[in-house]
């Protein structure tokens, strides 16, 4: 840290030695615009080694590189692992955060008592606070995130492949080679569909298919949680409600449930979530007086609206993206003891709970059934069977169980061996 302070000491000394005025204003405006400039980072990196000295010693740590913001009105997979590692005994979990939107931290938030949130720009620090942890293990899933590796020099990597490349920002080349590297050199690849594993296997130290899980001990109490307001006031101009929650996004059928809504006035279709990238007010969905969209809402919320449906629904379109797509939002219905009905997606397939529709038509029918059979025990008592099968508790064991078996990766991630691995 010291050594960058006096660094831009020089350099902004330099310039006033050589009356390079406009470059030694230049730089200090740049510096200015800096999230965290020198002094700054300074009293960042006291704070988190005031949290966090002597926390990780003796213990397994999970480190995750930043990907979403922890407080993003999308509770997705890197959270609930997080989460679900944290309570795993003498283990410490720190998420690390980019400050994209959500997050606003300086050093470190606590989350729990064994789950913080890290400032990401202080990653350079974690080495030395790790240095007396037990084991060290980094699990990331954005391949970007492979420079983090020479900083935090992990015993163990896990990448998680979620979903197809092409889905995530930035694709290029660059994130198609990095991609093949992690697949060569983590210790553990983690599949989330069958798509992805079968893709993975031929070149993966060691791969494993572990598909998106849920929150049971959360979704199972919505029968005992107030209905959210603003979804219970629409919901009670209407025989019954069929709901979604989630991004909104062009993997969703707008024209199927523009049919669907259609052909039914006296239902309410109630969707809760983002509009991720502007499809929603094209849709055309919006204007039918039985549609009703929520802006996204926390994640504490959640069990309030999906207290208020009668049938739960997934209705993606079927394309590459969706064909490698394991919804978390599946769980947490099943949890809550919800009929489901999905589209013919690949990962929705493997459970008896859920019914699968065809056609808009189909849909129709299909969600008849359902909402005559949303009392009945067997089907309820089927949902929590499949439920409590697929816990993030249970997948995160499952993980930690192959990761103790595989066989240790090469020295690839130490800073020594950086050069030649950026070259592959």
Same mark, same amino acid.
């Given at each position: 840290?010291?050594?960058?302070?006096?660094?831009?000491?020089?350099?902004?000394?330099?310039?006033?030695?050589?009356?390079?005025?406009?470059?030694?204003?230049?730089?200090?405006?740049?510096?200015?615009?800096?999230?965290?400039?020198?002094?700054?980072?300074?009293?960042?990196?006291?704070?988190?080694?005031?949290?966090?000295?002597?926390?990780?010693?003796?213990?397994?740590?999970?480190?995750?590189?930043?990907?979403?913001?922890?407080?993003?009105?999308?509770?997705?997979?890197?959270?609930?692992?997080?989460?679900?590692?944290?309570?795993?005994?003498?283990?410490?979990?720190?998420?690390?955060?980019?400050?994209?939107?959500?997050?606003?931290?300086?050093?470190?938030?606590?989350?729990?008592?064994?789950?913080?949130?890290?400032?990401?720009? =202080?990653? %350079?620090?974690?080495?030395?606070?790790?240095?007396?942890?037990?084991?060290?293990?980094?699990?990331?899933?954005?391949?970007?995130?492979?420079?983090?590796?020479?900083?935090?020099?992990?015993?163990?990597?896990?990448?998680?492949?979620?979903?197809?490349?092409?889905?995530?920002?930035?694709?290029?080349?660059?994130?198609?080679?990095?991609?093949?590297?992690?697949? %060569?050199?983590?210790?553990?690849?983690?599949?989330?569909?069958?798509?992805?594993?079968?893709?993975?296997?031929?070149?993966?130290?060691?791969?494993?298919?572990?598909?998106?899980?849920?929150?049971?001990?959360?979704?199972?109490?919505?029968?005992?949680?107030?209905?959210?307001?603003?979804?219970?006031?629409?919901?009670?101009?209407?025989?019954?409600?069929?709901?979604?929650?989630?991004?909104?996004?062009?993997?969703?059928?707008?024209?199927?449930?523009?049919?669907?809504?259609?052909?039914?006035?006296?239902?309410?279709?109630?969707?809760?979530?983002?509009?991720?990238?502007?499809?929603?007010?094209?849709?055309?969905?919006?204007?039918?007086?039985?549609?009703?969209?929520?802006?996204?809402?926390?994640?504490?919320?959640?069990?309030?609206?999906?207290?208020?449906?009668?049938?739960?629904?997934?209705?993606?379109?079927?394309?590459?993206?969706?064909?490698?797509?394991?919804?978390?939002? =599946?769980?947490?219905?099943?949890?809550?003891?919800?009929?489901?009905?999905?589209? %013919?997606?690949?990962?929705?397939?493997?459970?008896?709970?859920?019914?699968?529709?065809?056609?808009?038509?189909?849909?129709?029918?299909?969600?008849?059934?359902?909402?005559?059979?949303?009392?009945?025990?067997?089907? %309820?008592?089927?949902?929590?069977?499949?439920?409590?099968?697929?816990?993030?508790?249970?997948?995160?064991?499952?993980?930690?169980?192959?990761?103790?078996?595989?066989?240790?990766?090469?020295?690839?991630?130490?800073?020594?061996?950086?050069?030649?691995?950026?070259?592959?």
């Amino acid at each position: 840290m010291f050594s960058r302070i006096g660094r831009l000491v020089r350099r902004l000394s330099s310039h006033l030695l050589h009356l390079r005025f406009a470059a030694f204003f230049g730089e200090l405006k740049a510096l200015s615009r800096r999230p965290l400039n020198a002094l700054q980072a300074l009293r960042h990196a006291r704070e988190l080694r005031k949290l966090l000295g002597g926390r990780a010693a003796g213990r397994r740590v999970v480190v995750f590189p930043p990907t979403l913001d922890w407080h993003l009105p999308l509770y997705q997979r890197p959270q609930q692992l997080a989460r679900a590692y944290s309570e795993k005994e003498n283990t410490l979990v720190l998420y690390l955060t980019a400050n994209s939107a959500y997050d606003h931290v300086r050093s470190a938030e606590a989350l729990g008592e064994t789950l913080f949130l890290v400032n990401a720009a =202080l990653a %350079r620090e974690l080495s030395t606070l790790l240095a007396d942890a037990a084991e060290t293990i980094v699990s990331l899933s954005w391949t970007v995130n492979r420079r983090y590796l020479p900083l935090l020099r992990p015993d163990r990597v896990i990448y998680e492949y979620i979903d197809e490349l092409e889905i995530f920002d930035g694709y290029d080349r660059t994130m198609r080679r990095d991609h093949r590297f992690l697949l %060569r050199h983590a210790d553990l690849t983690v599949c989330t569909a069958r798509t992805l594993f079968d893709k993975a296997r031929p070149l993966a130290r060691r791969a494993i298919y572990s598909p998106n899980a849920g929150d049971y001990a959360f979704f199972s109490k919505v029968s005992d949680t107030t209905p959210a307001e603003e979804a219970a006031d629409a919901a009670a101009r209407f025989s019954c409600t069929l709901g979604y929650y989630g991004a909104l996004a062009k993997w969703f059928d707008y024209s199927l449930l523009l049919e669907a809504a259609g052909a039914r006035p006296d239902w309410l279709f109630l969707l809760v979530g983002m509009d991720y990238d502007g499809s929603l007010p094209e849709s055309g969905l919006l204007s039918l007086p039985n549609v009703r969209w929520i802006p996204p809402q926390p994640y504490e919320r959640l069990p309030s609206f999906l207290r208020v449906f009668d049938l739960a629904m997934i209705p993606f379109v079927l394309n590459e993206i969706t064909r490698s797509t394991s919804p978390v939002k =599946l769980f947490e219905y099943m949890a809550a003891e919800k009929p489901i009905l999905c589209s %013919r997606m690949s990962e929705c397939r493997r459970y008896r709970s859920v019914a699968l529709y065809a056609d808009a038509k189909d849909f129709l029918r299909k969600a008849e059934i359902l909402l005559k059979h949303r009392s009945d025990p067997a089907y %309820r008592a089927l949902l929590r069977e499949e439920a409590l099968e697929n816990t993030w508790a249970a997948r995160t064991d499952e993980i930690l169980r192959s990761l103790e078996s595989a066989p240790r990766s090469d020295a690839v991630f130490r800073p020594m061996s950086i050069k030649k691995a950026v070259s592959e």
